[in-house]
């Protein structure tokens, strides 16, 4: 693979034809890993997709100004906090995690209605034991490296962590406690004499319910705050283009292509780095 300063040439190469000139480009000395560029006379879509191209795979953030610690971070939980998706894990139990996985694959590149999606599998769980949760969590659920130490890092710099899921507060409530969020906000299965009613309870936590959510944390009156949302799907997009700095984790091409920022390997202290927060300051889980 070419060295970062041959990638750098060919990407400045690329913005130039564009328009777009490359003030300066530097490897930072605490974490050699990042390069930042900065780039003038031209829009982000261009420059994310001109470095993108020659730096594929890399994790990046592009901002219109200097860089500042949020006051709100929002994330999704399936495929973002956690590795897995919890409806398909466990549908596992019921023997049927095939036809929900395939329906839940679509729902997150964007194909098809969430709420509709979402009532359609859960209906599909009707009379799964309730006791199939908890031995899914101990079993399956396991949260992406660093997630515990993004979320408790944040919080300790006075950011409000809020964890928002299309998923349920089976399993975001024991999760959002593990991983540290002041906040949890999800859908909820209706359960009676122990089973699954293959019904949901309440409002359906979509994507207007997740961008709603990031809005309704930054302070009143408090003039421009920065805010930081995550997530992987189709119905993370509304928060991830409300938030100043949105980030797609490991994410689909919708989602990508909405993010100003993008997490392309499994490790969410990225996002610390790439807000510049010192890795003397990060708490590790």
Request: proline letters at 4%.
């Amino acid at each position: 693979m070419p060295d970062w300063e041959t990638r750098h040439d060919a990407a400045r190469a690329s913005l130039l034809r564009e328009g777009a000139q490359v003030l300066s480009a530097e490897q930072l000395k605490s974490d050699p890993s990042v390069i930042e560029m900065r780039i003038e006379g031209h829009d982000r879509a261009a420059v994310q997709g001109a470095v993108s191209e020659h730096f594929a795979g890399s994790d990046m953030l592009v901002s219109d100004g200097e860089i500042a610690l949020p006051r709100v971070f929002v994330s999704d939980m399936d495929s973002t906090m956690i590795g897995q998706e919890c409806i398909d894990e466990l549908a596992d139990y019921a023997g049927i995690k095939p036809q929900i996985a395939a329906i839940t694959e679509r729902a997150m590149q964007g194909e098809l209605d969430f709420e509709n999606a979402l009532r359609e599998r859960v209906a599909l769980l009707k009379g799964l034991p309730e006791t199939a949760i908890a031995q899914c969590l101990a079993e399956r659920i396991r949260p992406n490296p660093g997630a515990q130490t993004l979320v408790r890092t944040l919080r300790s710099k006075g950011c409000t962590t809020v964890l928002v899921t299309g998923g349920f507060h089976h399993f975001a409530d024991e999760l959002g406690a593990r991983l540290g969020f002041d906040r949890v906000v999800g859908n909820r299965l209706s359960v009676a004499d122990g089973t699954l009613t293959g019904a949901l309870e309440g409002r359906i936590v979509d994507s207007n319910v997740k961008r709603a959510e990031l809005m309704s944390q930054i302070p009143k009156g408090s003039g421009p705050v920065a805010s930081c949302a995550i997530g992987d799907g189709a119905n993370d997009i509304p928060m991830i283009e409300e938030a100043t700095y949105g980030f797609a984790y490991c994410a689909k091409p919708k989602a990508r292509a909405a993010a100003n920022g993008e997490i392309n390997q499994p490790d969410l202290t990225a996002v610390l780095t790439l807000l510049g927060v010192a890795r003397s300051d990060w708490k590790a889980a």
